[in-house]
Nanobody
Framework: QVDLVESGGGLVQAGDSLRLSCAAS????????IGWFRQVPGKEREFVVASSWSGGSTNYADSVKGRFTFSRDNAKNTVYLQMNSLKPEDTAVYYCAARKSGLVRTSESWYDYWGQGTQVTVSS
């Protein structure tokens, strides 16, 4: 079992930045694959970025390339999603997800463990 807790969401204006955190516990995660997804009411969950824990293999959605950056703090067992130049269309509940082993994948079905989500709202 891997427990994931997202934080860092909030209400910001277009062009602002946020850094989301995903704290992991319940076991070692150094071999995990980590994904960030987002979802708005009435729409399917959308892939944002997926990466190995080390960050050696990272895949960004086209919609966030150049604006969002994946990183991690090994000592804190925490991964981060730095979001810059935010747009209203980035408004969503953001979730982190993990799989204990495997390749980096963009499909939500690949991931076994999910956090509770954190709301990001970007006003125009």
């Amino acid at each position: 079992q891997v427990d994931l807790v997202e934080s860092g969401g909030g209400l910001v204006q277009a062009g602002d930045s946020l850094r989301l955190s995903c704290a992991a516990s319940g076991g070692t995660i150094s071999s995990c694959v980590i994904g960030w997804f987002r979802q708005v009411p009435g729409k399917e969950r959308e892939f944002v970025v997926a990466s190995s824990w080390s960050g050696g293999s990272t895949n960004y959605a086209d919609s966030v390339k150049g604006r969002f950056t994946f990183s991690r703090d090994n000592a804190k067992n925490t991964v981060y999603l730095q979001m810059n130049s935010l747009k209203p269309e980035d408004t969503a509940v953001y979730y982190c997800a993990a799989r204990k082993s495997g390749l980096v994948r963009t499909s939500e079905s690949w991931y076994d463990y999910w956090g509770q989500g954190t709301q990001v709202t970007v006003s125009s």
